[in-house]
């Protein structure tokens, strides 16, 4: 079985701080790590993924993310948060060499404040 | 690239009735899933394709949920004997590799 916990609903910034959004994850074997944000009455985009190799992958507008083996961790983050990075953020894992069946997090809502 | 389309956007039906959607892929992918998502939930995976086969589909919520995807292209979501239980947003995803997928708008259904 694999899961995904985002242990924040919302995580709240002040513009031009730096953001963390916490991933953590249970997976067999090796995960393949993946987030997304979801804007008010969109679908969702994806931002990055962790496949193998360097364990801080950069994503589209500026976000980046962390992949902590010992801590099953995949915090997705940003030096420098703006007031339009205010969405909801997902967070997925799927096992490598399994089905190809994401599990997706409930969703962390960021509030970027002017 | 005209990404991942779906139709209808909304969809308001009474108890009881069918309801079916429709999501079209973006053109070169060939993994197609459907997803529901509620409010405060990510979404819920429910069935998915590769090309026109289905894959997996022991986790549509009932037998009153199937899919198809008939020629590898276009998928349809059909619902039998709606509930107010199923209102929900249906999101359908395309993927190349089976890794990022790429999310149509969604179809909200409404049961009354």
């Known amino acids: 079985a694999q899961s995904v916990a985002q242990p924040e609903d919302q995580v709240n910034v002040a513009e031009g701080n730096p953001l963390t959004v916490k991933c953590t994850y249970s997976?067999?074997?090796?995960?393949?790590l993946f987030w997304y944000v979801q804007y008010p009455n969109r679908g969702l985009q994806f931002l990055l993924k962790?496949?193998?190799?360097?364990?801080l992958v950069k994503g589209s507008y500026g976000f980046e993310a962390e992949f902590n083996k010992s801590q099953t961790s995949f915090h997705l983050k940003k030096p420098s948060a703006l007031v339009s990075d205010s969405a909801l953020y997902f967070c997925?894992?799927?096992?490598?060499?399994?089905?190809?069946?994401?599990?997706f997090g409930r969703g962390t809502s960021l509030i970027v404040h002017p | 690239d005209t990404g991942v389309s779906q139709d209808p956007r909304h969809k308001i039906t009474k108890r009881g009735q069918n309801v079916t959607f429709r999501c079209d892929p973006i053109?070169?992918?060939?993994?197609l899933y459907w997803y529901r998502q509620t409010l405060g939930q990510g979404p819920e995976f429910l069935t998915y394709?590769?090309?026109?086969?289905?894959?997996?589909k022991s986790r549509l919520l009932s037998d009153r949920f199937s899919a198809e995807r008939p020629k590898g292209s276009f998928s349809t979501l059909e619902i039998q004997r709606t509930e107010q239980g199923d209102s929900a947003m249906y999101l359908c995803?395309?993927?190349?590799?089976?890794?990022?997928?790429?999310f149509g708008p969604g179809t909200r259904l409404t049961v009354l």
């Open positions: 995803a395309s993927s190349r590799d089976g890794n990022e997928q790429f």
């Open positions: 997976v067999s074997g090796n995960p393949y």
């Open positions: 962790y496949i193998t190799g360097d364990n």
């Open positions: 997925a894992v799927r096992a490598t060499g399994g089905s190809y069946i994401p599990t």
């Open positions: 053109s070169e992918h060939n993994r």
């Open positions: 394709f590769q090309n026109e086969a289905q894959l997996e």
